[in-house]
């Protein structure tokens, strides 16, 4: 579970922000919506509202960056994401950091970065208490190697792996020292060094970022007969005409016509990576386009098996393809593996959620993640326009959040908690009459003709 997201002198955030996920003393509506970990509770949702350019797909952006550096390097454009309002930001280091839960555990773990140089300042991982206390795991400062924490006993197996791992690692500045000990690397299930698989697995498989530009993730439902009935079943409930979903297989040659050249090869070089890898008996894949829809299935040695859909629409003797279907209804099935995965401790981050969806489908997205989520602990952060689902019957106060940017392009963000407001407040009307901010300001325009 995410308890926080902390950043400064990243892309419109010119000084440190944060988003929490916990809840406020003074919301005491919707109490579902809490989720304890130990005696700590935590929000399910984070809503987070704004006018374009605010720094709302910032925000987003931010999780991706983290996710990006974790589970490979620092990215070349990096360089010029630093916060351009000030002009000494431009060798100001970056910070990031996440705080969040595995289980039953605690943790706390960034890194500062010159973005313009792309050189890592620090890196830090503690475990965190209740009591306000916090146990550091490891710690890291440029041109020093990371040091463990002087409470992890290490034992003598431990030590040896950890003394040959740090033994080149001294003058690294281009790589966090959390994926160099998972590239690679195999811990016991005793092993005291466990918390950097656990930490990095988190990053890397819980925290799921959806994006419009989205294209390639695992979807294991549209394998299997069980999955496509509940699919089917789910896409009933939005009144989309579709009552059955099917697969039907087509060829390589199929797949290669149906997609444009560059995205192809990229799809080739992904599977040919992945199946090189000896530890990878079975590959599943789901290509997503605006327009197309294709599930990939390899086993070693042999040919890859290629999956499409098929929707069938009432008593129409026809059978539709996915690219027939309109933007609302393919944007749904983007969204269904939230409502299907029933992983613990999933956080998805999604970019604007309401994206081609009828007002009245997003709140019926809304109130289905609540019934099917309801005894899990899993999280949804995503942007919006949509006002209508600023609403005391779907959302606290306290999940409510909003992104404005001031006259110097800077980006702030703030929860609906703190104004005061009394609980059958129509929410939506107040915001667009400005009262909470974060709505565009206009100016004059003269038009001037002959």
């Given at each position: 579970?995410?308890?926080?997201?902390?950043?400064?002198?990243?892309?419109?955030?010119?000084?440190?922000?944060?988003?929490?996920?916990?809840?406020?003393?003074?919301?005491?509506?919707?109490?579902?919506?809490k989720?304890?970990?130990?005696?700590?509770?935590?929000?399910?949702?984070?809503?987070?509202?704004?006018?374009?350019?605010?720094?709302?797909?910032?925000?987003?952006?931010?999780?991706?960056?983290?996710?990006?550096?974790?589970?490979?390097?620092?990215?070349?454009?990096?360089?010029?994401?630093?916060?351009?309002?000030?002009?000494?930001?431009?060798?100001?280091?970056?910070l990031?950091?996440?705080?969040?839960?595995?289980?039953?555990?605690?943790?706390?773990?960034?890194?500062?970065?010159?973005?313009?140089?792309?050189?890592?300042?620090?890196?830090?991982?503690?475990?965190?208490?209740?009591?306000?206390?916090?146990?550091?795991?490891?710690?890291?400062?440029?041109?020093?190697?990371?040091v463990?924490?002087?409470?992890?006993?290490?034992?003598?197996?431990?030590n040896?792996?950890?003394?040959?791992?740090?033994?080149?690692?001294?003058?690294?500045?281009?790589?966090?020292?959390?994926?160099?000990?998972?590239?690679?690397?195999?811990?016991?299930?005793?092993?005291?060094?466990?918390?950097?698989?656990?930490?990095?697995?988190?990053?890397?498989?819980?925290?799921i970022?959806?994006?419009?530009?989205?294209?390639l993730?695992?979807?294991?439902?549209?394998?299997?007969?069980?999955?496509?009935?509940?699919?089917?079943?789910?896409?009933?409930?939005?009144?989309?005409?579709?009552?059955?979903?099917?697969v039907?297989?087509?060829?390589?040659?199929?797949?290669?016509?149906?997609?444009?050249?560059?995205?192809?090869e990229?799809?080739?070089?992904?599977?040919?990576?992945?199946?090189?890898?000896?530890?990878?008996?079975?590959?599943?894949?789901?290509?997503?386009?605006?327009?197309?829809?294709?599930?990939?299935?390899?086993?070693?040695?042999q040919?890859?098996?290629?999956?499409?859909?098929?929707?069938?629409?009432?008593k129409s003797?026809?059978?539709?393809?996915?690219?027939?279907?309109?933007?609302?209804?393919?944007?749904?099935?983007?969204?269904?593996?939230?409502?299907?995965?029933?992983?613990?401790?999933?956080?998805?981050?999604?970019?604007?959620?309401?994206?081609?969806?009828h007002p009245?489908?997003?709140?019926?997205?809304?109130?289905?993640?609540?019934?099917?989520?309801?005894?899990?602990?899993?999280?949804?952060?995503?942007?919006?326009?949509?006002?209508?689902?600023?609403?005391?019957?779907?959302?606290?106060?306290?999940?409510?959040?909003?992104?404005?940017?001031?006259?110097?392009?800077?980006?702030?963000?703030?929860?609906?908690?703190k104004?005061?407001?009394?609980?059958?407040?129509?929410?939506?009307?107040?915001?667009?009459?400005?009262?909470?901010?974060?709505?565009?300001?206009?100016?004059?325009?003269?038009?001037?003709?002959?």
């Amino acid at each position: 579970m995410l308890i926080k997201v902390v950043v400064d002198n990243f892309l419109s955030f010119n000084k440190e922000t944060e988003l929490t996920m916990i809840p406020s003393n003074k919301t005491r509506k919707k109490s579902e919506h809490k989720v304890k970990v130990k005696s700590t509770p935590m929000l399910k949702y984070a809503v987070v509202y704004g006018a374009n350019a605010s720094g709302k797909s910032n925000l987003i952006e931010v999780f991706q960056f983290i996710k990006y550096c974790v589970e490979k390097t620092i990215p070349i454009e990096a360089i010029s994401k630093f916060c351009k309002t000030n002009k000494s930001n431009i060798d100001k280091p970056s910070l990031f950091e996440l705080q969040f839960t595995v289980g039953n555990k605690f943790y706390a773990y960034g890194f500062s970065i010159v973005l313009n140089t792309r050189t890592i300042e620090s890196e830090w991982l503690y475990e965190l208490y209740q009591n306000g206390t916090q146990k550091t795991l490891f710690e890291r400062e440029k041109g020093k190697k990371p040091v463990i924490g002087e409470d992890i006993n290490l034992t003598d197996s431990d030590n040896a792996k950890l003394t040959t791992y740090l033994e080149d690692f001294e003058e690294n500045s281009s790589s966090l020292f959390l994926t160099i000990m998972n590239r690679g690397k195999k811990y016991a299930y005793d092993s005291k060094l466990l918390f950097f698989k656990e930490v990095y697995e988190w990053i890397s498989k819980n925290l799921i970022i959806v994006t419009p530009n989205t294209s390639l993730r695992s979807f294991e439902y549209y394998y299997d007969n069980a999955s496509l009935s509940l699919i089917s079943d789910l896409i009933k409930t939005f009144d989309t005409g579709i009552t059955e979903v099917n697969v039907v297989e087509i060829s390589m040659e199929e797949l290669g016509k149906e997609l444009p050249p560059p995205i192809f090869e990229s799809i080739i070089s992904d599977i040919k990576e992945k199946t090189e890898d000896e530890k990878n008996i079975e590959i599943k894949l789901s290509m997503r386009s605006d327009r197309s829809f294709f599930n990939i299935e390899v086993k070693k040695g042999q040919p890859p098996k290629i999956t499409t859909i098929s929707l069938k629409h009432g008593k129409s003797f026809y059978k539709f393809k996915y690219e027939e279907e309109s933007d609302g209804t393919r944007r749904l099935f983007d969204l269904l593996d939230i409502l299907l995965n029933k992983t613990n401790d999933t956080v998805y981050i999604v970019d604007e959620m309401e994206r081609s969806l009828h007002p009245k489908l997003t709140s019926r997205f809304i109130e289905l993640f609540d019934k099917i989520h309801l005894s899990n602990n899993m999280q949804l952060i995503f942007t919006t326009h949509e006002s209508s689902i600023m609403d005391q019957k779907l959302f606290r106060r306290d999940e409510i959040w909003f992104v404005e940017r001031n006259n110097e392009n800077v980006s702030s963000i703030y929860s609906l908690d703190k104004f005061k407001e009394r609980y059958d407040k129509k929410l939506s009307k107040a915001y667009l009459e400005g009262r909470y901010g974060a709505i565009p300001v206009f100016t004059a325009f003269k038009f001037t003709g002959e």
